[in-house]
């Protein structure tokens, strides 16, 4: 006679045996004996006992398949039919889903209308989450207010307007004026009363005619522009820049103050070779107390850092990853910036500025070793030494002896 093969159904929960008749099926598919069954959640949505429980928000269980299309909340665990998204600033992009409960708890963006964990205020009185702030914002030129990306200035910052007065990234083909090889582009900050601003623009516009062009700057407050000129030698800077125009700004009551300064582009093509343009950083950074004196300013936008001083040598042969705000900028592919000086409507002091800039490329120019190792060349005495044999250079002289720095 064959033997059976009938085998023991067992509760999944106890294993204790269980018979056709006592046996309860789970929706998981799981068998339970009648002990087992009722401590075992019934799902909410098929109404079939479940051995794997997954809770929603409003307290009720589902089961494995009925739980598929519902959403489980981070915060709670809970499952959820309303889902929402919370911008968690913590996490940068990676969004989190919340229930309408939790989100409760949570700010609203203005813009996007998620929940988020952080919000930002915005020109116009919104708040917006990280994200928003990311895509639409950014800080005003001048200030810390958040203004929408198109905007350069918040509505308390934007300057005055002039058609002749261009938008700070203004920058057209340069024209240039005189024979090189060396070339100078003078950049000076004026401040103007805001009820003579008009006066002044037309002024200035008048006499610089096709030379230079007036643009904003985020650091000339409340009222002013920005002197630009064209690439020009030294010496037509010297004989026909217009400096009577400085006097009468100066009669509109145009002023500069210590939060405006001059700075003076000198064309990498002035000069001979990297060796060149070494012994010419070198000569400014060995420097820096009779320079900041003739300078009229320590200024944390010109700053004579060490590194800098160190790296001399990798900016002469190229290098032009560095802080921009250093005593020279090494950054720009066609100039280097001296932005060492304090603003003046004064020409000696103006015309000062650009008689050092050029003076201490022309002097470094033929510097030796010899002249260094015996004549200390480098020194600020041997630069004004030289200086006094070189009419072309007198304004600066004249600046330099009424500083008292002049040897």
Same mark, same amino acid.
């Given at each position: 006679?064959?033997?059976?093969?009938?085998?023991? !159904?067992?509760?999944?929960?106890?294993?204790?045996?269980?018979?056709?008749?006592?046996?309860?099926?789970?929706?998981?598919?799981?068998?339970?004996?009648?002990?087992?069954?009722?401590?075992?959640?019934?799902?909410?949505?098929? +109404? /079939?006992?479940?051995?794997?429980?997954?809770?929603?928000?409003?307290?009720?269980?589902?089961?494995?398949?009925?739980?598929?299309?519902?959403?489980?909340?981070?915060?709670?665990?809970?499952?959820?039919?309303?889902?929402? %998204?919370?911008?968690?600033? $913590?996490?940068?992009?990676?969004?989190?889903?919340?229930?309408?409960?939790?989100?409760?708890?949570?700010?609203?963006?203005? /813009?996007?209308?998620?929940?988020?964990? /952080?919000?930002?205020?915005?020109?116009?009185?919104?708040?917006?989450? $990280?994200?928003?702030?990311? *895509?639409?914002?950014?800080? &005003?030129? =001048?200030?810390?207010?958040?203004?929408?990306?198109?905007?350069?200035?918040?509505?308390?910052?934007?300057?005055?307007?002039?058609?002749?007065?261009?938008?700070? *990234?203004?920058?057209?083909?340069?024209?240039?004026?005189?024979?090189?090889?060396?070339?100078?582009?003078?950049?000076? =900050?004026?401040?103007?009363?805001?009820?003579?601003? /008009?006066? @002044?623009?037309?002024?200035?516009?008048?006499?610089?005619?096709?030379?230079?062009?007036?643009?904003?700057?985020?650091?000339?407050?409340?009222?002013?522009? +920005?002197?630009?000129?064209?690439?020009?030698?030294?010496?037509?800077?010297?004989?026909?820049?217009?400096?009577?125009?400085?006097? #009468? !700004?100066?009669?509109?009551? &145009?002023?500069?103050?210590?939060? %405006?300064?001059?700075?003076?582009?000198?064309?990498?093509?002035?000069?001979?070779?990297?060796?060149?343009?070494?012994?010419?950083?070198?000569?400014?950074?060995?420097?820096?107390?009779?320079?900041?004196?003739?300078? #009229?300013?320590?200024?944390?936008?010109?700053?004579?850092?060490?590194? @800098?001083?160190?790296?001399?040598?990798?900016?002469?042969?190229?290098?032009?990853?560095?802080?921009?705000?250093?005593?020279?900028?090494?950054?720009?592919? *066609?100039?280097?910036? !001296?932005?060492?000086?304090?603003?003046?409507?004064?020409?000696?002091?103006?015309?000062?500025?650009?008689?050092?800039?050029?003076?201490?490329?022309?002097?470094?120019?033929?510097?030796?070793?010899?002249?260094?190792? #015996?004549?200390?060349?480098?020194?600020?005495?041997?630069?004004?030494?030289?200086?006094?044999?070189?009419? =072309?250079?007198?304004?600066?002289?004249?600046?330099?002896? *009424?500083?008292? &720095?002049?040897?």
């Amino acid at each position: 006679m064959p033997t059976s093969t009938v085998v023991d !159904l067992l509760c999944s929960h106890c294993s204790h045996p269980v018979t056709d008749t006592t046996v309860t099926a789970t929706a998981a598919g799981d068998s339970l004996c009648p002990d087992c069954a009722p401590t075992i959640a019934v799902c909410a949505e098929c +109404e /079939e006992i479940t051995h794997e429980v997954h809770r929603t928000t409003d307290a009720t269980v589902l089961c494995a398949q009925c739980v598929s299309g519902w959403t489980q909340c981070t915060d709670c665990t809970g499952y959820t039919r309303d889902s929402r %998204v919370l911008i968690d600033d $913590r996490h940068a992009r990676h969004d989190r889903s919340i229930c309408g409960a939790c989100a409760d708890a949570y700010a609203s963006c203005d /813009e996007c209308g998620h929940s988020t964990t /952080e919000t930002f205020r915005v020109e116009g009185g919104n708040d917006v989450c $990280r994200v928003c702030l990311d *895509d639409n914002y950014h800080e &005003c030129a =001048e200030c810390f207010t958040l203004i929408a990306y198109d905007e350069t200035y918040c509505e308390g910052c934007s300057p005055v307007e002039h058609d002749a007065v261009h938008r700070y *990234d203004y920058k057209p083909c340069p024209r240039f004026h005189g024979e090189g090889p060396l070339f100078l582009g003078l950049e000076l =900050e004026i401040k103007t009363p805001e009820r003579r601003f /008009e006066d @002044a623009v037309d002024t200035a516009v008048d006499h610089l005619g096709e030379l230079a062009y007036l643009k904003e700057d985020g650091s000339i407050r409340p009222c002013g522009f +920005e002197l630009v000129t064209h690439p020009m030698s030294h010496e037509y800077a010297r004989t026909r820049f217009p400096w009577p125009l400085l006097r #009468r !700004l100066r009669l509109l009551g &145009c002023y500069t103050d210590t939060d %405006v300064g001059i700075h003076v582009h000198l064309s990498r093509d002035g000069f001979s070779s990297p060796a060149h343009i070494y012994r010419w950083l070198k000569f400014i950074y060995r420097n820096e107390i009779p320079v900041t004196t003739l300078a #009229r300013r320590s200024s944390t936008w010109a700053v004579f850092s060490p590194d @800098a001083r160190s790296s001399v040598i990798h900016y002469a042969n190229g290098d032009r990853h560095a802080n921009r705000y250093e005593a020279v900028n090494v950054r720009p592919p *066609d100039t280097f910036e !001296l932005r060492i000086f304090a603003s003046s409507l004064q020409p000696q002091q103006v015309q000062a500025a650009l008689a050092f800039a050029a003076g201490s490329v022309e002097y470094t120019r033929s510097l030796t070793p010899a002249d260094i190792a #015996r004549y200390r060349g480098w020194e600020w005495t041997a630069f004004t030494t030289w200086l006094r044999g070189r009419p =072309e250079y007198s304004p600066l002289l004249a600046e330099l002896e *009424d500083l008292a &720095c002049a040897s």
